[in-house]
């Protein structure tokens, strides 16, 4: 089993989907996307496999700060201002097989173990 996560190491949901993650053998692929944000269209392959709206991957206060909570922006202008402030993407968000999750609450990534 492939798995990836897209992590942010201060971040104690995504410690805690890490340890239960290594808990369970799987050494997964880490991609800190504060480092290394993902692009527009890996944000719409991550959403894809989701199966949410752009505006449900917003984190509420970092998106606000943002000014991507202005209803009257497109997906697309949300998605954009994603990749261009990573901060504002909902963590952690965990990629196996084929089908993704967010990680709130961290065993949540166990549906798609």
């Not at 752009?54 to 998106?63: H, I, M, V």
């Not at 990629?95 to 961290?106: C, F, K, W």
């Amino acid at each position: 089993m492939t798995v990836k996560i897209y992590h942010n190491p201060r971040c104690s949901k995504c410690r805690e989907t890490m340890d239960l993650l290594k808990d369970r053998g799987i050494e997964p692929t880490v991609i800190e996307y504060l480092a290394t944000p993902p692009t527009v269209d890996e944000l719409r392959g991550i959403l894809a496999l989701l199966g949410i709206a752009p505006r449900d991957l917003l984190r509420n206060k970092e998106g606000k700060e943002a000014g991507l909570d202005d209803p009257a922006l497109s997906d697309e202008q949300i998605i954009a201002g994603m990749a261009a402030n990573p901060a504002t993407i909902e963590r952690p968000i965990v990629i196996a097989d084929g089908r993704a999750v967010i990680g709130r609450p961290p065993r949540k990534v166990l549906e798609i173990l």
